[in-house]
């Protein structure tokens, strides 16, 4: 079964410019989260999507957005981006809703904002 | 709100010695998961062992084993038996019991010596 997908794995943007990056979840698990990993702030929560319904969200400004579509595919954007916004996006599929959930990693996609 | 704290920012220990990678975290919930995920230098997560908190018996995955102190809310990891692919960044997380959602620690870099 195939794991976790990102693209693109590396992204070069410049100040001001938007991005849009992709997830694509093991095959039958309906729940994507997403995460920030930055040197100075570890990882964070972003997002978290269930049957294309955001379930959570993080303390991110408003340019950060999200969405999951039917297929459970999921993408996050990030408009207007600043120099802070460089980071490693991580994104997590898992089942569903069960309490007893596995997350799976994707290799996340590296996002450089010159 | 929930936090995650890890004290070693990096720990080392000798090939087939054990080392034990402390948590602790704070919550006010009765319904939480803790986990351990292990990122090597490639950068994919991986979990490696949780713990439901509503169980008292301490979770083991073959070498990797944790203290669960609910009362002290601790958690660590102890790997025995260490191996050269051990060495990576392992994060402790904390999940509330009706989200997808985890809050990760800051880290403990582990490096194996031969």
């Known amino acids: 079964k195939a794991g976790v997908t990102q693209t693109p794995r590396y992204l070069i943007k410049t100040r001001g410019q938007q991005v849009t990056l992709s997830c694509s979840p093991i095959?039958?698990?309906?729940?994507v989260s997403w995460y920030q990993q930055t040197p100075g702030q570890g990882l964070q929560f972003l997002f978290e999507?269930?049957?294309?319904?955001?379930?959570n969200k993080g303390n991110f400004p408003g340019r950060f957005s999200g969405r999951q579509f039917s297929n459970s595919r999921s993408e996050m954007n990030v408009s207007t981006l600043e120099l802070g916004d460089s980071a490693l996006y991580l994104c997590?599929?898992?089942?569903?809703?069960?309490?007893?959930?596995?997350?799976?990693f994707g290799p996340g996609t590296r996002l450089t904002v010159l | 709100a929930q936090t995650v704290t890890q004290s070693q920012p990096e720990m080392s220990v000798q090939e087939a010695e054990t080392v034990t990678l402390s948590c602790t975290y704070d919550?006010?919930?009765?319904?939480?998961?803790l986990f351990w995920y292990k990122q090597p230098p490639s950068r994919q997560m991986i979990l490696v062992i949780r713990?439901?908190?509503?169980?008292?018996q301490n979770a083991t995955e073959n070498r990797f084993s944790v203290n669960f102190q609910k009362a002290a809310k601790s958690f660590s990891l102890k790997i025995s038996d260490s191996q050269l692919g051990d060495a990576a960044m392992y994060f402790c997380?904390?999940?509330?019991?009706?989200?997808?959602?985890?809050?990760f620690g800051t880290g403990t870099r582990l490096q194996v010596f031969p």
């Open positions: 997590a599929s898992s089942v569903g809703l069960a309490y007893y959930n596995e997350q799976f």
């Open positions: 095959s039958g698990h309906r729940s």
């Open positions: 999507y269930f049957s294309e319904t955001q379930r």
């Open positions: 919550t006010s919930e009765s319904d939480y998961y």
């Open positions: 713990q439901e908190a509503y169980k008292q």
């Open positions: 997380a904390y999940r509330s019991g009706d989200t997808d959602k985890l809050i």
